[in-house]
C-alpha cells in the first residue's frame, strides 16, 4: 500500500502540473472581425476598404468567410460587401467593402451608417459588429470669394496665386472707399495655391471702428480665410482636391 500511494502521489503532481501550464481556454475555430468602427471618406474614384479580422486557429491553407449586414443595408447605397480572406497559417485576416462614389446618395457633410459582421456555414462567428460611417469626400472648384471691407476699401487689394506656376488666377478688381461686401465667383482646378490680402496703408483692414475679413469657400470647405490687421500684408495657402 506504501508503494501504491507513492506511485500515486507522483501522477497527480505531474497532471496537476500538466494542467496548469497546458489548459486549453477554446478548442473550435471562430473568426470574426476585430474593431468595432470606422470611418470612411469616399473619393470620386471609390474606394476599397479592408477592416481587420482574427481567427482562433491557423490553417495551412488559405480561408474565405462572407460578410452580411447587422438590420439593414446603407439607405445612401454606393456600398458593396466583399468576403473576409485569412492567408495560410495566420490568426489574422482582412475584410474587404467596395464603396462606389458615384452611387452614394449623400450631400456634401451628409453621412450614413451601416453595421456588418462575419458569416460562415463550416465556422463558429465571434460576434463583432463593425460600425462603418462613410460619406463622399467633397470634390469642388467652384468657389466664391466674399471680402468683407472696412471703411478704408480702396486701400486693400486681394489675389489668388497658382503655386504650380506662379500665375495669378483671380484679382480683385480696385475698390472705393465705403464699407462693403464684396462677393465673386472663382473656378480653382485642381492644386495648390496661395491667397494673399494686402493694404497700401500698413494697417491691414481696419479704421478704428470696422475690422474687415475675406473668406473663401466652396461648398461646405473653407479654402481660406483672413483679414483683419495683419499689416501691409498677409498670405494664407491652401489646397483644392488635394
Do not use: W
Not at 206 to 229: E, K, P, R
Amino acid at each position: 500500500m506504501k508503494k501504491i500511494f507513492i506511485t500515486f502521489s507522483i501522477f497527480a503532481s505531474i497532471l496537476f502540473t500538466s494542467c496548469e501550464y497546458d489548459a486549453v481556454v477554446y478548442e473550435g475555430t471562430a473568426v470574426g472581425l476585430s474593431q468595432s468602427s470606422a470611418q470612411v471618406s469616399v473619393p470620386d474614384t471609390g474606394t476599397s476598404e479592408t477592416f481587420p479580422v482574427t481567427i482562433t486557429s491557423p490553417s495551412s491553407e488559405a480561408r474565405t468567410f462572407g460578410l452580411e449586414y447587422v438590420g439593414d443595408a446603407p439607405a445612401a447605397g454606393g456600398v458593396t460587401l466583399g468576403t473576409i480572406t485569412v492567408p495560410a497559417d495566420s490568426y489574422e485576416g482582412t475584410a474587404t467593402v467596395d464603396f462606389d462614389f458615384s452611387a452614394i446618395n449623400l450631400a456634401d457633410g451628409v453621412t450614413d451608417t451601416f453595421s456588418i459582421k462575419a458569416t460562415s456555414t463550416s465556422t463558429e462567428v465571434f460576434g463583432t459588429v463593425l460600425a462603418i460611417e462613410y460619406f463622399k469626400a467633397v470634390i469642388c472648384n467652384d468657389a466664391t470669394f466674399t471680402i468683407n471691407t472696412d471703411f478704408y476699401a480702396g486701400e486693400t487689394g486681394f489675389s489668388i496665386t497658382d503655386d504650380a506656376t506662379g500665375n495669378v488666377v483671380y484679382t480683385m478688381p480696385a475698390l472705393g472707399n465705403g464699407v462693403q461686401t464684396i462677393t465673386a465667383d472663382i473656378f480653382l482646378a485642381d492644386g495648390c495655391y496661395t491667397a494673399t490680402i494686402t493694404d497700401s496703408y500698413g494697417d491691414g483692414q481696419l479704421d478704428g471702428t470696422v475690422t474687415g475679413n475675406y473668406t473663401i469657400t466652396c461648398s461646405i470647405l473653407t479654402f481660406a480665410s483672413g483679414g483683419g490687421g495683419f499689416g501691409s500684408s498677409q498670405s494664407r495657402s491652401f489646397c483644392v482636391n488635394q
